[in-house]
Nanobody, 114 residues
Framework: QVQLVESGGGLVQPGGSLRLSCTASGSIFSFYFMAWYRQTPGKQRELVASTTRTTSPTYAGSVKGRFTISKDGAKNTMYLQMNSLKPEDTAVYYC????????WGQGTQVTVSS
């Protein structure tokens, strides 16, 4: 059973930056699709950024130009670099991976507030 563990969340002021990490217990090369989602209370989970083995990354319109998704196969880790953070980016961020099965991390809280 593959496990995904997120880290890097926290409290940051508007305009600041954070880098989230999602480390898999196995090789991330086994996943065709990996993504970051976020969720706020009372709302549906929202796709923030995604990457596959064969296509360019995609981003939600609200984060395009500010967030960057990347992977490091040697570390079995996916990242989300978040710059120019806004209060509306406040959410629990989840990583997701799709291979033979679907896997979710436990989530990490990001709070953007002054």
């Amino acid at each position: 059973q593959v496990q995904l563990v997120e880290s890097g969340g926290g409290l940051v002021q508007p305009g600041g930056s954070l880098r989230l990490s999602c480390t898999a217990s196995g090789s991330i090369f086994s996943f065709y699709f990996m993504a970051w989602y976020r969720q706020t209370p009372g709302k549906q989970r929202e796709l923030v950024a995604s990457t596959t083995r064969t296509t360019s990354p995609t981003y939600a319109g609200s984060v395009k130009g500010r967030f960057t998704i990347s992977k490091d196969g040697a570390k079995n880790t996916m990242y989300l670099q978040m710059n120019s953070l806004k209060p509306e980016d406040t959410a629990v961020y989840y990583c997701y991976a799709q291979g033979g099965n679907n896997y979710w991390g436990q989530g990490t809280q990001v709070t953007v507030s002054s």
